[in-house]
Structure formats: C-alpha cells, structure tokens
C-alpha cells in the first residue's frame, strides 16, 4: 500500500458527503441552480473518492481504481458543457496544465486541489471562471490517473520482460 495522503474522514461517509455537496448550493438558488450544484459537485465528489482510492489502495488494486478514476474525470468533462448551459453559462473551457512529475505526485496535487474545492462551500464557482479552475482541476486528475496507469503498465512490461531473460 502506498503511504497514506491526508486523511479525509468525510469523504466515505455517506451523509457527510452529502452535506459537502449541499453546502455549494447559492444561498438565493431556484431549483435549476440547486440540482446543477448538486450534480457538479457529486460528480466532484465521486472524482476525489475514486483518486482517494487510488493513491492508497494496494498496488495490485491501482490498476482499477486509476481506470476509474480516469473515467470519472471524463464523464465529469463530458458533462460540464451542458450543466453551464442549463443555468445559463457559456461553457468557458480551461487550459489544461503541462504536467510535471510522477504520475503519483501529480494525482496527489490535483486531489489535493479538487479536495480544497469540494471543502471551500463559500467559494461561488456556478460561474464561467469558477467552473473553469474546477474543470481545470478534474482535469490534471484523470491525467494524471490515465499517466500513472501507463507507468504501471510498463513496470509490468519491464518485469516480465526481466523474468522471461532472466
């Protein structure tokens, strides 16, 4: 098992997740704004939950949970566009950042980040630039969780191919 990021006591438990989600809503929101913010920041949820597990799961479970992290990141991507639209923002994109580092720290800082988020409720982000720093984020996650996947991959390879030489 890999050593152990801060421990985050709410993320698994089901009603302190809950109350994480609810506490972004906008203080004056009509029920669009309420269900948009709640789809968001689940989603959001989901992404730290499965990067969470990946950073310290046992090394045969990595494989899995970065996978799964990758594909939350992305449907969390895939999504965004129309969640804008339905509370009427432009979808602003965002400017994914040059990784720099092992996969593993990478995933760690973006966490990290994406973690500060979904624990800042004050912050306003049902706005063009408070969507694109989330997306930005969720972003560096699943690269980083699809990079840490090839890094396994090919610790694989070179151990198989070490085994059949040696």
Same mark, same amino acid.
Request: charged share 20%; glycine share 10%; aromatic share 4%.
């Given at each position: 098992?890999?050593?152990? #990021?801060?421990?985050?006591?709410?993320?698994?438990?089901?009603?302190?997740?809950?109350?994480?989600?609810?506490?972004?809503?906008?203080?004056?929101? @009509?029920?669009?704004?309420?269900? &948009?913010? =709640? *789809? %968001?920041?689940?989603? &959001?949820?989901?992404?730290?939950?499965?990067?969470?597990? /990946?950073?310290?799961?046992?090394?045969? $479970?990595?494989?899995? /949970? !970065?996978?799964?992290?990758?594909?939350?990141? !992305?449907?969390?991507?895939?999504?965004?566009? #129309?969640?804008?639209?339905?509370?009427? %923002? &432009?979808?602003? @994109?965002?400017?994914?950042?040059?990784?720099? #580092?092992?996969?593993? @720290?990478?995933?760690?800082?973006? /966490?990290?980040? %994406?973690?500060?988020? $979904?624990?800042?409720? @004050?912050?306003?982000?049902? /706005?063009?630039?408070?969507?694109?720093?989330?997306?930005?984020?969720?972003?560096?996650?699943? *690269?980083?969780?699809? !990079?840490? %996947?090839?890094?396994? !991959? =090919?610790?694989? &390879?070179?151990?198989?191919?070490?085994?059949?030489?040696?």
């Amino acid at each position: 098992m890999s050593a152990p #990021g801060p421990r985050r006591p709410w993320l698994y438990d089901p009603s302190a997740g809950g109350r994480a989600v609810r506490a972004h809503r906008p203080p004056s929101a @009509g029920a669009v704004d309420a269900v &948009v913010s =709640d *789809a %968001l920041w689940t989603d &959001v949820l989901r992404v730290v939950r499965w990067a969470t597990a /990946t950073l310290d799961c046992r090394p045969e $479970l990595v494989h899995g /949970t !970065a996978w799964r992290t990758a594909a939350a990141s !992305a449907g969390l991507l895939r999504r965004l566009r #129309g969640l804008c639209a339905e509370v009427g %923002l &432009v979808w602003p @994109g965002f400017s994914a950042v040059d990784p720099d #580092g092992p996969a593993r @720290g990478r995933l760690r800082a973006a /966490t990290g980040r %994406l973690s500060a988020h $979904l624990s800042s409720p @004050g912050q306003d982000v049902l /706005t063009s630039e408070g969507l694109a720093a989330v997306a930005a984020d969720v972003d560096a996650v699943g *690269a980083a969780a699809v !990079a840490l %996947l090839a890094e396994e !991959a =090919d610790r694989t &390879v070179c151990s198989r191919v070490r085994a059949a030489a040696g």
